[in-house]
């Protein structure tokens, strides 16, 4: 095997895979803290790409772009959670609504393209690149760390905060927090709002990563988040500080994408990457409760519980 090769590639799985790990972020928010499967994600990450790629192709400011596909994976959110809410449809149908109107809203953002090339195009990576002369993978990991540094910290001061907390409450105990006044309406829309809006950043980020926006970038995100949260919890463990938890997900992405990097060195037909990435969810949720078992298991064996 090639030394310098291989480290390369495991070079840009480490970028690519912080870069997603924003996108973990926010599924993080929807599925672990508020206790939400949210199939909108798919649909919100094509979006922040799609609609960062149209606006820079036009000549719009990069980190303008960015922002304003945030706004849209927030806007999304809001639908998805307006569904759930207000019409009382299940949470994971509204995702899935919301997920299928995207494909033809982001078409529609691309013109009736597929993809959208950005060869020629700045982008905040190419800056970067241009006044410090490293590569578009080092340019990617430096923006990535940056970014997650700042998602992380935000979240952690904001879910700290009143609202913050009565999030986490929701997703905890919808009844008992119900019961002193907060409208659970209210809390469950932003939150979906602040997870597809992560989504929709870390989807702009990729796009002008890859310099190409395509309307199947999402395809499959959702199975990525929930397996880069789990193999972050099968990492740092699950009672862990607020923090550490959302910056094991954050490494769980970068654990995944290595994962898959190495895989693909191994030989494995890149076509067969929705199997390993499969395979890598089911290993990743079964490992903890096989260990469960197993250390009760021994627990009984050793006469420590009876």
Known sequence: MDITAFLLSMQSAVSQGILWGIMVLGVYITFRIMD?????????????????????IKGVNPILAILLAVVAGAAAGAVTGILHTIFEIPAILAGILTQISLWSINLR?????????????????????????????????????????????????FFGTEIGSALRATGNNEDMIRALGVNIKITKVLALMIGNALVALSGALICQSTKTGDIQMGTGAIVIGL??????????????????????????????????????RLGMNPNDMKLISAIIVVLALCTPVMMGKWKLNKAYSTGEEK
């Open 36 to 56: 939400i499967a949210d199939m909108t994600v798919d649909g919100s990450f094509a979006l922040g790409g799609c609609l960062c790629a149209t606006l820079m």
């Open 109 to 157: 953002i691309m013109g009736q393209k597929s993809n959208i090339p950005l060869l020629n195009t700045d982008s905040i990576f190419t800056w970067i690149v241009d006044a410090t002369g490293v590569k578009q993978s080092v340019a990617a990991l430096i923006v990535g760390v940056i970014v997650i540094a700042i998602v992380v910290w935000l979240l952690y001061w």
């Open 227 to 264: 397996a880069a949260i789990v193999i972050g919890e099968v990492l740092f463990g699950k009672n862990r500080a607020f923090g550490t938890k959302l910056i094991s997900a954050a490494i769980g992405a970068v654990v995944y994408f290595v994962i898959r990097a190495i895989v693909l």
